[in-house]
């Protein structure tokens, strides 16, 4: 049973708010989330032209790119565990005889000493690649495109293909099930024909028998990240790779079927079924029909889909690449707002479900060998953007991947502390790949020293600590001490461990160096060249503290008197200090200097006002961000169509109460920033635009800030009508709210009686 706090807000001119009423509402016992009136519907008249223009599926561990076309189609693979590489400690313990001369030319202030010999002494090899394991084709003789329709059903996860008409019409039918671990594909028509290909451009092992076509591969044992130019060592086959295999089966058919020319060619058909399982088998079909795995996929999905409904008005009855060209044009559609929240949400669950891996940068939808920035997890701000939402859009069920991992790279992150920096705890850099190595990378594989200007991005500690900060905040929400005790606390004391020990006294302050400011770059003149290692950039400074304060209040609940809150208490209070510079703006380093870039796309600096909170309580800083956030926005290259430095900005002006600054980069995250299939763009296509720009809507809606309830704070002016359902909220609570006109007429908060988190 929920206990309901219901409020309803009077239609009077003074906009004051009818009394709460406190009881038990039985008919609110079970909201009503039906989905038949949501704007819940990709769909196109055309088949794809490119990757970035198809629909992607999805069960956290297994992805589906599917492109559409009437005479041939083609869906992209993916499965979660395929990588290049292979287990290789890549920590240096050669590092720990150069940290302490870094550190000494940065105190002298001699900054591109000190950052050549980062580069030179402190950085490691980069990471490995995410791979695409091939493309499923399927060729239909003669099929037409008349009548043509592509979509995706947000409310099923299920996509269509209708093509042709009269006898000539074949529906295609796709999904990826999570119960099942496989993706499903139904073909009905009238005696059509289907020839059943796989190609990959990692030259696997395709063996093809009656009903099957079976894979099996080996992973290269290298693939360079694709920002190095091609070399040799760009891809190396090796025998040190992963194997794999994968099966595409018949499931079910009424055809004939037989091999010929490499593929499978079903004849005579009204009906096909196949069944694709990567890496692992598909489970639990035995002597299933195909509608009834179907109806259990739909069931599993919308358990977690259905908890939030969201309405912004009347559904534009046009394609969705229709309607967003009509958006860039100038044309109004409030409702294709609500589509892409609903759809940021749908990306998560499908990228990101328990016993998975956390959602990457291209969630799990990859295509290419050397796939942009490896598809890996950058820890600097996208690997966290992309679990904003997660929390406040009722998705806490697509977090144990995240906490899973984090587990994780604790225990790799300790032995690079050791063997790195000589120091406890656990740290982690900027990029993680599956072999989960926490060195800071830099150095391509074969050489000996770090790539110039590397340092810039490379040379930062501070990944662990914004990975952890996520865990008190998900107890925030769900009061669930077990997991405060059994995994927030644990990663919270190894980071707190690494930190102090990383911390220098000088002067009765600690300092962080070498610090950077994930990659910006700063100058000391105007004539002297642009560098990034320095000392004391806010968003270490802000990272350090919120890590203290969330052990502190951890240790606190849990009436542990941890031997680190002596430590922690004092030098807290001796921490360097974020600064303000001569504009009353948020200073990036620990002096005012030089911006190589001003306008860049990152606004670490700015961590305090969002994601963190640390800016709060301090009206100074609130006023500096806002400096901070003008200057940076005007600045010489801010044109900010990187889509996820646009979610970002979002949420800045969402948590700022600021509707028209919200409403503006809304509607650029949109125009700019999205492409046909709403996949955000940085470019190329990159997942965390989206989870981002979803958190960012939620935000606008409803947001909290040191425990103060915020209802429309930043609602924009083109959404003046709608309603939401089921968002989340601190201490095991929900809300619904609606309005018409930009103003408030209802919300109801839900409160949990029974504590109903999921296992983590």
């Known amino acids: 049973m929920k206990k309901i706090i219901k409020a309803l807000f009077l239609k009077q001119r003074d906009n004051k708010y009818a009394k709460i009423v406190t009881g038990y509402n039985n008919k609110a016992k079970e909201k009503d989330y039906s989905m038949k009136e949501q704007d819940l519907r990709l769909e196109y008249q055309q088949a794809a032209r490119n990757w970035e223009e198809v629909l992607p599926l999805g069960n956290g561990s297994l992805g589906a790119m599917v492109?559409?076309?009437?005479?041939?189609?083609?869906?992209?693979?993916?499965?979660?565990?395929?990588?290049?590489?292979?287990?290789?400690?890549?920590?240096?313990?050669?590092?720990?005889?150069?940290?302490?001369?870094?550190?000494?030319?940065?105190?002298?202030?001699?900054?591109?000493?000190?950052?050549?010999?980062?580069?030179?002494?402190?950085?490691?090899?980069?990471?490995?690649?995410?791979?695409?394991?091939?493309?499923?084709?399927?060729?239909?003789?003669?099929?037409?495109?008349?009548?043509?329709?592509?979509?995706?059903?947000?409310?099923?996860?299920?996509?269509?293909?209708?093509?042709?008409?009269?006898?000539?019409?074949?529906?295609?039918?796709?999904?990826?099930?999570?119960?099942?671990?496989?993706?499903?594909?139904?073909?009905?028509?009238?005696?059509?024909?289907?020839?059943?290909?796989?190609?990959?451009?990692?030259?696997?092992?395709?063996?093809?028998?009656?009903?099957?076509?079976?894979i099996t591969g080996q992973c290269p044992e290298h693939v360079?990240?694709?920002?190095?130019?091609?070399?040799?060592?760009?891809?190396?086959?090796?025998?040190?790779?992963?194997?794999?295999?994968?099966?595409?089966?018949?499931?079910?058919?009424?055809?004939?079927?037989?091999?010929?020319?490499?593929?499978?060619?079903?004849?005579?058909?009204?009906?096909?079924?196949l069944q694709v399982s990567l890496i692992r088998p598909a489970k639990n079909t035995k002597e299933q029909t195909y509608e009834a795995i179907k109806q259990e996929?739909?069931?599993?999905?919308?358990?977690?889909?259905?908890?939030?409904?969201?309405?912004?008005?009347?559904?534009?009855?046009?394609?969705?690449?229709?309607?967003?060209?009509?958006?860039?044009?100038?044309?109004?559609?409030?409702s294709l707002y609500a589509l892409y929240f609903q759809y940021g949400r749908y990306l998560l669950i499908a990228s990101s479900r328990e016993g998975s891996l956390p959602a990457n940068l291209q969630g799990i939808w990859s295509w290419e060998v050397r796939a942009p920035w490896s598809s890996n997890w950058t820890t600097n701000i996208n690997l966290p953007m992309n679990y904003w939402l997660a929390q406040t859009c009722h998705l806490e069920a697509c977090l144990p991947p995240y906490f899973d991992w984090l587990k994780k790279l604790v225990v790799e992150g300790k032995k690079t502390a050791r063997i790195n920096y000589g120091m406890q705890g656990f740290v982690a850099h900027h990029n993680v790949d599956y072999w989960m190595n926490t060195n800071p990378v830099g150095r391509p594989f074969d050489q000996k020293v770090g790539e110039t200007g590397s340092a810039m991005w490379a040379m930062w500690p501070m990944g662990g600590l914004w990975l952890s900060q996520e865990l008190f905040r998900h107890y925030q929400y769900h009061l669930d001490e077990k997991f405060l005790k059994e995994t927030a606390y644990p990663i919270l004391k190894e980071a707190c461990l690494f930190i102090l020990d990383w911390l220098v006294e000088i002067d009765g302050t600690y300092h962080s160096l070498p610090s950077t400011s994930p990659e910006n770059r700063f100058q000391v003149t105007k004539d002297s060249p642009p560098c990034a290692v320095t000392k004391d950039s806010a968003l270490d400074l802000q990272l350090?503290?919120?890590?203290?304060?969330?052990?502190?209040?951890?240790?606190?609940?849990?009436?542990?008197?941890?031997?680190?809150?002596?430590?922690?208490?004092?030098?807290?209070?001796?921490?360097?200090?974020?600064?303000?510079g001569q504009k009353g703006q948020i200073l990036e380093w620990d002096k005012e200097f030089i911006e190589s870039e001003p306008g860049h796309r990152h606004f670490s600096h700015l961590y305090g006002l969002f994601p963190g909170e640390n800016f709060d309580s301090d009206e100074t800083l609130i006023t500096a961000s806002k400096v901070s956030l003008e200057e940076r926005l005007n600045g010489e290259f801010a044109h900010h169509t990187t889509g996820w430095s646009c979610a970002w900005i979002i949420n800045f002006y969402s948590i700022l109460q600021d509707k028209t600054n919200t409403g503006k980069y809304l509607k650029k995250m949109l125009v700019d920033s999205t492409l046909d299939n709403l996949w955000g763009v940085h470019p190329p296509f990159q997942i965390d635009a989206n989870f981002g720009g979803t958190a960012g809507i939620a935000n606008a809606l409803v947001n909290e800030r040191l425990g103060q309830l915020n209802l429309l704070p930043a609602l924009p002016d083109f959404l003046p009508n709608g309603y939401v359902k089921g968002l989340r909220l601190t201490g095991k609570r929900t809300i619904d709210l609606s309005w018409e006109d930009g103003k408030l007429t209802a919300y109801q908060i839900h409160l949990e009686e029974k504590n109903e988190s999921m296992r983590i």
Request: glycine letters at 6%; hydrophobic letters at 35%.
């Open 67 to 214: 492109w559409g076309g009437a005479e041939k189609e083609i869906i992209g693979l993916n499965q979660e565990t395929l990588w290049s590489g292979y287990v290789r400690d890549k920590n240096d313990p050669a590092v720990l005889n150069y940290l302490p001369e870094v550190r000494r030319l940065l105190l002298a202030e001699k900054y591109e000493e000190a950052q050549q010999m980062t580069e030179k002494h402190l950085l490691g090899e980069y990471g490995e690649s995410y791979l695409p394991f091939g493309n499923l084709v399927l060729t239909f003789p003669n099929q037409t495109t008349q009548k043509y329709t592509r979509s995706l059903d947000l409310a099923t996860a299920i996509a269509k293909v209708e093509s042709g008409q009269d006898q000539d019409k074949l529906t295609r039918e796709y999904f990826v099930s999570y119960l099942h671990d496989a993706l499903f594909i139904q073909i009905t028509g009238q005696q059509f024909q289907c020839a059943i290909a796989f190609e990959s451009k990692l030259n696997p092992q395709v063996r093809y028998t009656p009903n099957k076509i079976q």
């Open 224 to 273: 360079d990240p694709n920002y190095i130019p091609t070399r040799p060592e760009s891809f190396i086959q090796g025998t040190k790779g992963q194997h794999y295999t994968g099966e595409i089966a018949i499931y079910t058919t009424d055809g004939q079927v037989e091999v010929m020319d490499n593929q499978l060619f079903v004849t005579k058909a009204s009906t096909l079924v």
């Open 297 to 334: 996929h739909m069931a599993d999905y919308q358990a977690l889909f259905a908890t939030v409904a969201i309405g912004f008005g009347q559904k534009v009855a046009l394609p969705t690449d229709q309607r967003l060209a009509r958006l860039k044009a100038g044309a109004q559609d409030p």
């Open 544 to 580: 350090i503290e919120e890590l203290f304060i969330n052990f502190t209040k951890t240790c606190q609940i849990l009436k542990l008197n941890d031997s680190l809150l002596q430590s922690i208490t004092q030098v807290q209070a001796r921490l360097a200090k974020v600064q303000i």
